[in-house]
């Protein structure tokens, strides 16, 4: 039975791997992948510019701000982003028709001050083109905070005084409920809004890739009638868990050369990234997210439960698959089976992008708890604070159950389906397959 097993698995895998198709995909995921990762490197060197600093002319008819309007604009990027680095390369000018000249050539942006009776000065933000929201944003506070500077050294205040008017708030933000770690001070939501869907994100596609994969190979087999010369050699039993774990091999086979061509698109963005864009650069500033949110020492714990209940629950959608195509005869029949699946899956991915939208919802903990959702949404919440280990680790006892489950009554579906031939009454056959 083992040997029979062995090869059964061996042609499936055989029949996955030693295609065009498997090879054209490969070359296609390690090329956009590595596009991906290196994305800024690669249109810096086709003519984008991300490390270029806009050019800011400051034409001062006052004199009174042009030394330093350029160290308020500074400080108010540092306030927002400890990382961000200063974007902009300041020019004082003093021919407001100069400036405009080298803009409209060069690009970049102009600030002119101007004298004001009623309000000491008055300011023209000058570009080529309309400004982002955030750079006029950063330069109108910054012309402000200086505004407000000149006018309170006008009143003829200390300098005691005037840092007690300047000098930011100090504000501590604080939650009652000590589980609660989801805050955007901790950096927690900027982990959850741009690291953890990219994590999700091929469990949810490799999922869906698993129960096609599994449901086409044995539609191909029945439709070719050679199912009939297959199961006249092995016992369903061992056809059944042969595209089972031919299956998930293939699946975490995927899985590990993905995380291959992720480490290949690092290292090219090591050895071509310079700065900002460098590998060193891009895993500091990872690391100081992770260290300064509440997931540092969460780590530990959650990987490792991630891993089991991954593959716990490819091998509940590679169960289902195996099921509910060999009540199937062709594709097509198939893809309509399959179509609760493929709903349950994409409510377990948007379920786990959202899950700190709906904090403290009963529904959507008792909805970690199912099978096919949890691997998804279990990490989620645990990585948010709404749920805890036990409650990841009742996920994984339910999923072991729902395993068994489908192992010892989708047998028995099996073994009447995979030589049946007929499409019509496909529920009544399975429900007589398990009273039987």
Not at 63 to 74: A, E, G, K
Not at 89 to 112: M, S
Not at 310 to 327: C, D, E, K, P
């Amino acid at each position: 039975m083992k040997n029979k097993l062995k090869y059964l698995i061996g042609i499936s895998l055989s029949r996955k791997i030693k295609t065009k198709w498997f090879v054209g995909a490969q070359v296609a995921f390690l090329i956009l992948l590595i596009g991906i990762i290196n994305i800024d490197i690669i249109i810096s060197a086709v003519g984008g510019d991300f490390s270029g600093k806009t050019n800011i002319y400051i034409v001062d008819d006052t004199n009174l701000v042009q030394s330093s309007l350029s160290q308020v604009i500074d400080m108010n990027i540092n306030l927002l982003s400890d990382k961000e680095e200063n974007k902009y390369n300041y020019i004082v000018d003093k021919n407001l028709q100069t400036a405009k000249e080298k803009i409209n050539e060069d690009g970049g942006i102009i600030i002119y001050i101007k004298d004001s009776k009623d309000n000491i000065i008055e300011a023209d933000i000058i570009s080529k083109k309309a400004l982002s929201t955030y750079d006029f944003s950063i330069l109108s506070t910054s012309i402000n905070s200086v505004k407000m500077s000149l006018a309170v050294n006008e009143l003829g205040l200390t300098d005691d005084e005037l840092n007690k008017i300047s000098s930011e708030v100090k504000i501590t933000s604080l939650t009652l409920d000590e589980d609660s770690t989801y805050s955007t001070e901790d950096g927690t939501d900027m982990l959850m809004n741009s690291i953890f869907p990219i994590i999700i994100l091929p469990l949810f596609m490799l999922s869906l890739y698993l129960v096609q994969m599994i449901g086409a190979e044995v539609n191909d087999e029945k439709s070719t009638k050679a199912m009939e010369v297959i199961i006249s050699n092995v016992s369903p039993k061992v056809h059944f868990f042969a595209k089972v774990v031919a299956g998930n091999i293939f699946v975490i086979g995927q899985s590990l050369l993905l995380a291959i061509y992720v480490a290949l698109g690092l290292l090219i963005r090591n050895i071509f990234g310079s700065g900002s864009t460098s590998l060193s650069s891009l895993m500091s500033s990872i690391t100081e997210i992770i260290s300064k949110s509440s997931l540092q020492d969460k780590l530990i714990y959650l990987i490792p439960l991630m891993i089991v209940l991954i593959i716990l629950t490819f091998l509940a959608y590679s169960l289902v698959a195996g099921i509910l195509s060999s009540m199937t005869t062709n594709t097509e029949d198939f893809q309509q089976v399959q179509v609760p699946i493929v709903m349950v899956s994409v409510i377990g991915y948007y379920l786990a992008l959202t899950a700190g939208m709906f904090e403290g919802s009963i529904i959507v903990k008792i909805l970690s708890y199912v099978p096919f959702i949890s691997a998804s949404l279990s990490p989620s919440l645990l990585v948010l604070g709404q749920i805890g280990v036990i409650d990841v680790l009742m996920s994984i006892i339910i999923l072991l159950v729902t395993n068994y489950i489908l192992i010892k009554y989708g047998l028995k579906i099996y073994k009447v389906g995979i030589l049946n031939y007929s499409s019509s009454e496909l529920w009544k056959k399975m429900l007589k397959a398990l009273k039987e």
